[in-house]
């Protein structure tokens, strides 16, 4: 699965990275990071996501009737 990841960037400079998908438990971490040092801003809310505290010992699996 390929790795998407947004970033919103505000009028005054203020941005915010959303890892989307394709990362497991804490992966988005170290996956946003270096677009988080080349915008150069400062975190002042993660906001992690539940998929950040799951370990990803378990694969969901989806299905349509």
Do not use: H, W
């Amino acid at each position: 699965m390929s790795k998407r990841i947004k970033i919103n960037i505000g009028t005054k400079g203020d941005y915010g990275i959303e890892a989307l998908s394709g990362f497991e438990g804490q992966d988005c971490v170290s996956g946003t990071a270096d677009l988080e040092l080349a915008l150069g801003g400062e975190i002042v809310d993660e906001g992690k996501k539940p998929e950040f505290y799951d370990s990803g010992a378990v694969t969901s699996i989806e299905s349509q009737l």
